[in-house]
Structures are given as C-alpha cells and as structure tokens.
C-alpha cells in the first residue's frame, strides 16, 4: 500500500507534536498524552509574596488560606496563586503553557459538610493591577473553572482532581470559594478556612 508524505506520519514517520502546528492531529495527540503522562509540580504559598509577580512556591510546606466571606454572593476575596513570573517551574526548561489539575485540601471549618464551591480564574492583566481586578477580569473574559467538594469528617480530602484549559505560562492564577448557605469568619484561622496545595503540569509548545 502507497503512502503520501503525510499519511505515512500516522504510523511511519516522526512529528513535532506540541512544537509543531497548533490544532494539527498530530498537536492534540501530544497535548493528551502529555496530560496523562507528565510531571506533576505542587506549589504552596511563597514566603514573600508580590502582587502579580509571585504568589506561589514550587515544593514549599505552606498551603494556601482562604476564607468564603467578603462578597454578597458568598464567594470570598479571589486569593492568588501563581503571578506572572511563577513559572516555568524549572528554569529553561522551555515550557510554555500549564494546567493546573489536582488540588490537595488539608484543612476546612471543623464539622462542616455542606458543599464547598472552589472557583479558578486566569487573567492575564499585569501586575500592576489588584487581585480583584485580576479576578474580575477572568469573569469577564470567562476565564474560570470550578468544582465542588463536601468534607469529610476531619476536614480533609485525597487530592481533588479537576479540568481547566491549557494557559500560557506567566498568566496570573487566582482562586475563591463559597460555602453552600454558610459563611466561614473572614478571619483567617486554622480550622475556620480552606487550606491547601495546588498540582499542576506544564508543556512545550
């Protein structure tokens, strides 16, 4: 059987995958694959945090605190996650786009099982501008993502996977969560907000 130039890289030749056409077949082959079969970064907050510039830590043992309250519509304040120079994880590595897909829950308001809703946005607004501004432009733009997870007993979880879309690398990362007909203190103390860990993964292209 004769094989042109392009059938044959269905099963015979090499492609650029990732680094080759955006959209091609062989492009979204690579973005899936990589999906499944990639590294896995964790990030906690940075010990020294700059508005838009950076928010999180790769490998750090301090998780991220937020609160549900601070707005009428029960959300609390959009936190930031990562700022516009967090990533690439590895320096030259040459990454261009992440996902962030897994988060690890390790502590939420004593006793509470009710519907916790977790909501992400992106935003790509410099740094010069605020967290809420950065989080109102990603409703705007509908750049947002979400889940929802109901305690167990102690508070924790196993890591929580979730779906959101490839971004590129230096967009600002934010969060904020509601809880379902209940208001957490605005006060951020142990056991009376959410704490947690972020996974992502990272690719060329």
């Given amino acids: 059987m004769a094989y042109d130039a392009e059938t044959s890289k269905i099963d015979k030749k090499a492609v650029d995958g990732l680094i080759g056409v955006n959209n091609s077949l062989a492009y979204k082959v690579h973005e899936i694959e990589k999906h499944l079969h990639n590294r896995e970064f964790w990030y906690g907050q940075s010990a020294s945090p700059v508005q838009g510039v950076t928010a999180g830590e790769k490998g750090i043992g301090t998780p991220f605190v937020t609160s549900s309250v601070n707005t009428g519509d029960g959300f609390g304040a959009w936190i930031p996650i990562l700022g516009n120079t967090d990533l690439p994880s590895d320096t030259g590595s040459g990454t261009a786009f992440f996902d962030a897909n897994r988060m690890e829950i390790t502590d939420v308001t004593d006793g509470d099982k009710l519907p916790h809703f977790i909501q992400l946005g992106w ?83």
């Fill in 123 to 205: 935003s790509t607004l410099s740094a010069a501008s605020t967290d809420i501004e950065a989080g109102a432009d990603a409703i705007t733009n509908k750049q947002i993502s979400g889940f929802i997870f109901v305690p167990e007993k102690d508070g924790k979880s196993s890591p929580i996977s979730f779906m959101m879309p490839r971004i590129a690398v230096g967009t600002r990362l934010l969060m904020r969560y509601k809880v379902h007909n209940r208001n957490t203190p605005f006060a951020l103390v142990a056991g009376t907000n959410l704490h947690f860990f972020l996974g992502l993964h990272e690719y060329k292209g």
